[in-house]
């Protein structure tokens, strides 16, 4: 009777075992799988701040660019562009008085 449960004891074990196994191989698995997808989302984001930068960029260097037009176009053109900025602040005036 000792053998038997000695033998019943040795098989259970050897069953534990052999589920701890194969939990452990899943447990890898997908850890392996999410590790995967998150470099592939690390991977976009990177592209995409990548684009944002150079966007904001251009964005700065096209600012620049009409701040230069403007100026010259005042040195030019001094009292057009002063009307522009009179007619500019009566609009603004216009629409933004309280009735």
Known sequence: ???????????????????????????????????????????????????ITDKGEELLAMKDDWMETARDYVREKPFAALGMAVAAGYLLHMITRSR
């Open 1 to 51: 009777m000792a053998a038997d449960t000695s033998r019943a004891a040795g098989a259970a074990k050897a069953e534990a075992d052999r589920n701890i196994d194969r939990m452990g191989q899943s447990a890898h698995q997908a850890v392996d799988r999410v590790t995967g997808a998150a470099a592939q989302v690390a991977d976009r984001l990177s592209e995409h701040a990548e684009r």
